[in-house]
C-alpha cells in the first residue's frame, strides 16, 4: 500500500501563489486533481514517472507548473495566479500506468487532500 502525504494549502489572495507537496515511495507516475463542494473531481496536473510526460488541464495552464524530485520521493504542484475558481479540496494521487494520467480512473492511490482558498 502506497501512502500519500500532502502538504502545502491554505488561504491566499486572488493573484498570489501556493505549492503544494505530495510525498510518496515508489516507482509511479503522479497526478493532481481538485475538487470543490458540489462538483465533480477534475484533473489538473500530472507527470510520468522520468518526467518526460507532463500534462496540464487548460484552466491552469500558464499558471500552474508540476515537477518531482525523485531523490526525494516528493512531487510539487505550484499554483501562480491564483483564481478564486482555483479555492478546492487538492488530492494527490499515484498511477502505476502512464498513458491516460489526465483520467481520474487511471489512478491507484490517493492521498486524504489539502485544502486550497483563493480570496477575492
Known amino acids: 500500500q502506497v501512502q500519500l502525504v500532502e502538504s502545502g494549502g491554505g488561504l491566499v489572495q486572488a493573484g498570489g501563489s501556493l505549492r503544494l507537496s505530495c510525498a510518496a515511495s515508489?516507482?509511479?507516475?503522479m497526478g493532481w486533481f481538485r475538487q470543490a463542494p458540489g462538483k465533480e473531481r477534475e484533473f489538473v496536473a500530472a507527470?510520468?514517472?522520468?518526467?518526460?510526460?507532463?500534462y496540464f488541464a487548460d484552466s491552469v495552464k500558464g499558471r500552474f507548473t508540476i515537477f518531482r524530485d525523485n531523490a526525494k520521493n516528493t512531487m510539487y504542484l505550484q499554483m501562480n495566479s491564483l483564481k478564486p475558481e482555483d479555492t478546492a479540496g487538492y488530492y494527490c494521487?499515484?498511477?502505476?500506468?502512464?498513458?491516460?494520467?489526465?483520467?481520474?480512473?487511471?489512478?491507484?492511490?490517493w492521498g486524504q487532500g489539502t485544502q486550497v482558498t483563493v480570496s477575492s
Open positions: 494521487a499515484a498511477s502505476r500506468g502512464s498513458r491516460r494520467l489526465p483520467h481520474v480512473d487511471e489512478y491507484d492511490y
Open positions: 515508489g516507482r509511479y507516475s
Open positions: 507527470i510520468s514517472w522520468s518526467g518526460s510526460s507532463i
